[in-house]
């Protein structure tokens, strides 16, 4: 066969298999396909190289300690596997590390979808008061202060001072490279029957039938980022735990909540922070079902330890929190039998591939900055 016969040859089979494919596999869910780049972030090695280094890099902090590496830690599943995180010295976070694997493919970041783009998350998370916390003028000065990286903002930027907004397109940039694609699920929607094991076959069935999962995770991410109000229970924490007092406390002033709830609410309102409007009080955005074989604990505050116990949750008809007047009429008790919750958790390990391990890169130093460049 010559060149051309070869191409239609393979591209005929590949239709084939994938009409194929398609046609026992679930309409309301799919395989991860490329990551989505933006037009004024387009990707080079040299950016992506940089963008991992500044990721890892504590530079980004208001203490040169905190880096983004700090509460997204790889052997960790890219987050912290505690209910809630921990925060900048002097603060708790207040709600669950969440993972940066396959983020790049949402379009709402955040718990409670308050970010728009990876570039703009970045500098939140770089600059908030319980994260990062960190100045842009004194971090912006402090890269300036490293040599290999006024070469490398040169280099992919054309920055003669190193741009602190450039540095969160660059771990935008760098994230976009940590997406998953190849999990089990993925291999079993492109055509691969033998991927998934007969248990997380039927979980699948379940997952898009009786258990109604599909409802609200679905599509490639198994999201489909809207918000609801679970019931999920407050987190236990707030009583005990003075800095987590403290900081739920800040958070509620600085997002502008009334005095009345400033002093009254004990959970988390969620997407009520950027609506006020009432009914939004405790739904997050539907969160992606990737990689949680590693993120546990689950939810916004952590309160499910295990797959099995967010299974059990849903089993439920969810919990209940203080803004139950919300809570969504889609989550039922289900009935399911301890071989259909098996199943389920079954079909929610496949959409996990293996663990996502790296070298982590080598920081480079400050200097004092050569009299050629001062000005
Ligand atoms: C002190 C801990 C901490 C630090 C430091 C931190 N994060 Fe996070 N990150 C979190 C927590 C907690 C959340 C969830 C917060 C929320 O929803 O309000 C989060 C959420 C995210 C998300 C959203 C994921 C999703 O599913 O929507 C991304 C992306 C992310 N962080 C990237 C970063 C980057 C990049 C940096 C460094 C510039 C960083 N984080 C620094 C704790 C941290
Ligand atoms: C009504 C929409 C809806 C339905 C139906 C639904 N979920 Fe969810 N799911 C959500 C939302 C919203 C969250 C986050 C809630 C929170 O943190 O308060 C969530 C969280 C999760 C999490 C935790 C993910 C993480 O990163 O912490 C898992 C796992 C999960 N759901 C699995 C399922 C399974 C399995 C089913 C079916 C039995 C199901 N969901 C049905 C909306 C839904």
Redesign the pocket.
Known sequence: MNYKAILAFSLTSLAATTALAQSDRPAELSALGPVPVPADNPMTPEKVELGKKLFFDPILSGNNAMPCSACHLPEAGWAVQDKISFGYPGTTHWR?S??VINSAYYGKLF?AGASGSLEHQARSAARGGVAGNGEDDMMEARLAFVPEYREAFKTVFGDDWPSVRHAYMAIAAYQRTLVQTDTPFDNYMNGDDAALSAEAKRGLDL?TGK???V???SGPLLSDE?????G?PPYDGWEEDPLAQITFRFELFAKGSTEEMYRTTKDDP?LYFRTKQKSDK????????RY?KY?F?????GM?ET?RD??DF??AGGGENEFAANK?S??QP?GLSDDEKDD?VAF?ESLSGEEMLIETPEIPEMQPLPAAVQN
């Open positions: 669950n969440q993972t718990w997952f258990a109604g999962c409802t609200c995770h809207k918000y609801y109000n679970l999920v969620g405790g739904k997050f955005r539907t969160p992606s079902l949680t993120t604990p689950y939810m916004h505050n499910l797959l967010v299974v849903y089993d969504t889609l989550i289900l389920l929610l």
